[in-house]
């Protein structure tokens, strides 16, 4: 879950079932009162019937928080899914008396919300993700931010029964043996109340190995990273000194912003002049977080990033206004994983969700991230596709199956703006190159920057803009999507050919 949505928004945590909003207690329990979280599209707008047994593939880097409903993000080539209709597994739920005993564990069934009121809970829907073919994440955790913390130790990280809490653990890992991969938490720094973190990482860590010692384990992203205020948040470096290399087997790390390049300004708190983070932001918080990392003992756990998103259309972050287009939040998406990517990131899963909306609609800039509208915004039809989710699908089918340990650097030219990143895939290179044009001062006088690739082997190339030539994904057809995208062919001169870059990204092939 996206911190600013904790932070920004004057609203109650929790609210009566039958209010009409969808609290966040509601969000993280869709099943609690399904008349205030509805689910924004139903099966019936896409059909495709019950989800098959398929393969499920985890080399991909492409994912989603969360990747729902499974068909549709299938056909985008979405390879993971971080949590699904339930986005975190809480021991307050599954044993509310804290006895720890499997056979008492109430893995679905009624629950008593925080505001007194009754509810429901499934964590079984969690066995659909099985059928969908999609590689999965899972958060654990002992209860969510609630007034009344029953579970934890007063002032503590800590369960209040530690034997209890890792029988749960134990058992949600056998019980959804599906799931290799397994999340402690999710970003603290909204809520550090204590020094003993790493003593929860760690025993929960214990029970999740003791119950499939093959599975993998991430710690928590924290919050933040979203403008310069919230960048590199220092509350991990105590916490890694004293896990000091063990007990965590891949990193997160969550990354927000604009899709401008870091050029939406505003003033914090304080009055101080600050700014939203642009792409290019994202190396000096990999490279904060990688030499922290190194200096104790993970030097060899990868970065995954959880959580990444920019959102289009007109939203809101606190007290501020935000508009982006389809095209601008299309473009940024691909650059936001090409350079992670070049920069060694393994796993990218774009926050918040396939579908716009981010529980109550408060037109919030996470309502949206999504790539298919939801018809909240009262301007798009529901089921209505956006130029980003056409950036992603044909993004997700060029650059899957590349060779990561492969992904190369071949021009980053800062003065004019303009980067070309190398992908490795079936023995075949495939070039990927911008311009950033909105922070190029000689643009719009300039359209278009060139650059020349050198070293070649064939006798042309054949260059696609990595959006659709449309300024909506209105008018893109599914059934032949690749046809609206712009190609030309270009003649390689003894090796060498210069690229024409315009606002669009473009892949270049053989």
Same mark, same amino acid.
């Given at each position: ?44 707008? +896409? ?16 994912? +989603? ?60 829907n969690l066995f659909l993700v099985n059928k969908s073919g999609l590689a999965m994440l899972q958060n ?56 003993? !973190? ?37 509350? !991990? ?151 980003? !989710? ?28 303009? !980067? ?91």
């Amino acid at each position: 879950m996206a911190a600013s949505d904790n932070n920004s928004f004057a609203q109650p945590p929790f609210t009566p079932c039958g209010d009409g909003m969808c609290d966040n207690f509601e969000k993280a329990h869709p099943d609690a009162c399904p008349g205030d979280c509805p689910r924004p599209i139903e099966r019936s707008v +896409f059909p495709g019937g019950p989800e098959p047994d398929v393969a499920v593939s985890e080399d991909s880097p492409f994912g +989603f928080h969360p990747a729902v409903p499974f068909e549709i993000a299938r056909d985008m080539g979405i390879k993971w899914t971080r949590g699904a209709e339930t986005p975190y597994l809480f021991w307050n739920l599954v044993d509310p008396q804290m006895k720890g005993v499997p056979g008492a564990f109430r893995w679905k069934g009624p629950l008593i919300r925080p505001d007194g009121g009754e509810g429901f809970n499934d964590f079984d829907n969690l066995f659909l993700v099985n059928k969908s073919g999609l590689a999965m994440l899972q958060n654990i955790d002992v209860q969510p931010p609630e007034p009344r913390e029953t579970h934890f130790k007063s002032g503590s990280w800590l369960p209040t029964n530690i034997k209890a809490y890792k029988a749960f653990v134990r058992e949600a890992v056998k019980r959804y043996s599906f799931i290799k991969y397994w999340q402690v938490g999710n970003e603290p720094n909204l809520k550090m109340k204590s020094s003993d !973190y790493a003593q929860y990482q760690k025993i929960t860590y214990q029970a999740i190995k003791e119950a499939n010692p093959s599975v993998k384990v991430l710690i928590a992203g924290l919050a933040g990273n979203m403008d310069l205020m919230s960048i590199n948040d220092r509350g !991990y470096e105590p916490v890694l000194k004293e896990l000091n290399g063990r007990y965590i087997d891949i990193f997160d790390i969550h990354f927000y912003g604009d899709a401008r390049g870091g050029t939406t300004e505003f003033k914090d708190e304080k009055g101080n002049a600050s700014r939203l983070l642009g792409y290019r932001d994202f190396k000096e918080v990999y490279e904060y977080y990688r030499g922290l990392l190194d200096e104790n003992g993970f030097a060899r756990v990868p970065i995954w990033v959880t959580e990444m998103g920019t959102p289009s259309g007109t939203s809101h972050l606190g007290p501020y206004v935000i508009t982006q287009t389809e095209a601008e939040q299309a473009r940024d998406l691909f650059k936001r994983h090409v350079y992670p990517m070049a920069l060694g990131v393994k796993k990218i899963f774009w926050a918040f969700g396939v579908l716009e909306g981010f529980g109550e609609w408060d037109n919030d800039f996470f309502d949206h991230t999504g790539l298919i509208y939801t018809d909240r915004d009262g301007v798009h039809q529901l089921g209505e596709k956006k130029l980003g !989710y056409y950036t992603y699908k044909l993004m997700a089918e060029e650059l899957d199956g590349s060779d990561l340990s492969r992904v190369a650097t071949v021009v980053e030219d800062d003065v004019n703006h303009v !980067y070309v990143y190398k992908f490795v895939k079936d023995g075949k290179d495939i070039f990927v190159a911008w311009w950033d044009y909105f922070v190029d001062e000689a643009y719009p006088s300039t359209k278009e920057r060139q650059v020349v690739l050198t070293g070649l082997n064939s006798a042309r190339v054949e260059i696609t803009e990595a959006l659709p030539r449309f300024s909506s994904g209105q008018e893109v057809k599914d059934l032949d999507y690749k046809a609206f995208f712009n190609k030309t062919t270009v003649k390689v001169d003894h090796g060498e050919v210069s690229i024409t870059l315009g606002e669009n990204p473009v892949y270049v092939e053989d």
